[in-house]
């Protein structure tokens, strides 16, 4: 099976970022081997509240992944894996270009955000909607 790891940065509040980034990595989930990387481990009341059983953040980062999943909106990191996939709300324009066009792909939640994409990066970007 291949191996995935999702860096997320979004670990504290809860909210609807949250929640669609845990969206995205319950999918992740059922389709590779997946290591879910924060930097703090997240609150468990937060995955009870979101009802995201068997989520065990690693605060290691486990090297070389077949897909490595990028999710922030205040970090970027160079890409570690064979496929990399950026992950954001939106946009930023202080984030080196050099860097965002290393990954394979960016994946934003709205056509607000996806129109920044290019404006900012020169690239496109897929959308992928919040479940409701």
């Keep these: 099976m291949r ?3 999702m860096f997320n940065s979004h670990v504290g509040p809860v ?7 845990y969206q ?3 999918a992740l989930k059922k389709h590779f ?10 609150n468990q009341e937060f995955f009870k509240y979101y009802n995201l059983n068997g989520f ?3 605060t290691h980062f486990v090297s070389s992944p077949d897909i490595y999943v990028h999710y922030s909106t205040h970090v970027l990191f160079n890409p ?3 496929q990399n996939i950026l992950i954001t709300c939106f946009p930023r324009k202080d984030w080196k270009q050099e860097i965002v066009h ?7 939640l709205s056509e607000y955000s996806r129109d920044w994409v290019k404006k900012l990066w020169n690239r496109k ?3 992928v909607f919040p479940a409701i």
């Design 102 to 108: 290393k990954y394979d792909k960016i994946i934003t």
């Design 56 to 58: 065990i953040p690693r």
């Design 80 to 82: 570690k894996g064979k």
């Design 33 to 42: 081997d997946f290591r879910l990387y924060e930097p703090v481990a997240q």
């Design 15 to 21: 909210g609807g970022g949250e929640l669609w980034a």
């Design 3 to 5: 191996s995935c790891v």
């Design 125 to 127: 970007a897929q959308l």
């Design 24 to 26: 995205i990595a319950s």
